[in-house]
């Protein structure tokens, strides 16, 4: 119970996602056309039904919930890191909880009412996202889950360390690259794909930062 109560806001979000849930299960028309995917132009460009949204949104928030909350019973990494897995599923959980949360109500909203937004909410959202994640990307102990996992980062921790001090930063101007493309020149679709193309190769530079880092050190020791 003690540790559950480090998980209130999560479960907080969860009640009220599930009252909104409740609310559009009852007032969305049954013949409703629910987006449920966005293609990398931020395009809808994928639908369910009304029932299988609401059980697709309801069922993701849960199912997201018990597989962080329930990380000590499954992750063999748990107990040799427990203080700093302690420190960061609790905030973790809340900020993914909270991501799709708000685009299940986003995406009920535009099935009932048809208004689409001048700003692009999608990728305002993923940029916040990012943002959070970049935050708590360095407190990220090794793990098999969650963080940036390469054979060279699960391999040795100083690169683990060294890897996620770095992609914290860089998904944090990713992030903020994503929440720029939602707010300004929303028809230049040259700035969105060059600014989408940057926001993506600023992602996967912790790829080979890694093995960079893994051979340096490599060659230190020699």
Known sequence: MKRLSNFKWSLLVIVLH????????????ADAQVPTHWNIKNEIDGYSTKTTALLLWSGLS????????????????????EKRFERLLPPLTLVL???FALISVYSLYLAQTGVVPEIQFMLILIGLLFIFLGNLMPKTPRNFFIGIKT?????????WQRTHRLGGWLFAISGLIMIAKGFILL?????????????????????PYSLYIFKKLGAEKN
């Open 151 to 159: 054979p060279w980062t699960l391999g040795n921790e100083d690169v």
């Open 62 to 81: 849960i199912g997201l919930f018990l597989l962080l909350f329930l990380t000590p019973w499954y992750s063999p990494w748990y107990k040799k890191y």
């Open 187 to 207: 028809h230049n679709s040259a700035f969105q794909e060059i600014s989408g193309v940057v926001a993506m190769l600023i992602l996967l530079f912790p790829l």
């Open 97 to 99: 909880v909270l991501f």
């Open 18 to 29: 599930l009252v909104v849930l409740g609310y559009f299960a009852y007032n969305l028309p």
